[in-house]
Antibody
Framework: EVQLVESGGGLVKPGGSLRLSCAASGFTFSSYTMNWVRQAPGKGLEWVSSISTSSTYIYYADSVKGRFTVSRDNAKNSLFLQMNSLSAEDTAVYYC?????????????WGQGTLVTVSS | EIVLTQSPGTLSLSPGERATLSCRASQSVSSSYLAWYQQKPGQAPRLLIYGASSRATGIPDRFSGNGSGTDFTLTISRLEPEDFAVYYCQQYGSSPTFGQGTKVEIK
């Protein structure tokens, strides 16, 4: 069974940093492009970042470019998101999501999400 | 960036009725790279449709998608009680973007 379990969310002050993790199991992690998608409270979905299987190709939404860094550890079946210079606009549930086996960026499995709250 | 506009914002229907949800793109979506998701309160989104019309694994055949270019539709042929939720479209032909969602509520 495919499982994606996020962790690392919490309350952080504006300007602060946080590192999210996603532990994957039930599939060959190293064969899939992985993604972060976020959802602000009561709002819609926003794609944040993608990282290809060998970390060769990395993409970010303009809203986080230069502040967030995505990485992965295929040996540990783990995905990470380092978030710096956080602002209230970054408050959201952050989901780890698996892209399709072909690499096309629709998301066939999602984690349960981890809440990041940016507030003083 | 491709902007997706979903309509209506809310659809009030009764179980057994047909639901038709629209997703319009600001520019053509290449190769029909359009997906639909269902999200219930407190849950992660669930993939329903990809490639505009292909059902994801385990999705009942009452869900169908069609369209191309800039206009796409998700149809639920007969609403079951568990289908009342928010639905999002997403394009993945370029940098992924989502529509703002359509809420299907019980009338």
């Amino acid at each position: 069974e495919v499982q994606l379990v996020e962790s690392g969310g919490g309350l952080v002050k504006p300007g602060g940093s946080l590192r999210l993790s996603c532990a994957a199991s039930g599939f060959t992690f190293s064969s899939y492009t992985m993604n972060w998608v976020r959802q602000a409270p009561g709002k819609g979905l926003e794609w944040v970042s993608s990282i290809s299987t060998s970390s060769t190709y990395i993409y970010y939404a303009d809203s986080v470019k230069g502040r967030f860094t995505v990485s992965r550890d295929n040996a540990k079946n783990s995905l990470f998101l380092q978030m710096n210079s956080l602002s209230a606009e970054d408050t959201a549930v952050y989901y780890c999501a698996r892209a399709s086996v072909t690499g096309q960026r629709y998301f066939d499995y999602w984690g349960q999400g981890t809440l990041v709250t940016v507030s003083s | 960036e491709i902007v997706l506009t979903q309509s209506p914002g809310t659809l009030s229907l009764s179980p057994g009725e047909r639901a038709t949800l629209s997703c319009r793109a600001s520019q053509s979506v290449s190769s029909s790279y359009l997906a639909w998701y269902q999200q219930k309160p407190g849950q992660a989104p669930r993939l329903l449709i990809y490639g505009a019309s292909s059902r994801a694994t385990g999705i009942p055949d009452r869900f169908s998608g069609n369209g191309s270019g800039t206009d796409f539709t998700l149809t639920i042929s007969r609403l079951e009680p568990e289908d009342f939720a928010v639905y999002y479209c997403q394009q993945y032909g370029s940098s992924p973007t989502f529509g703002q969602g359509t809420k299907v509520e019980i009338k």
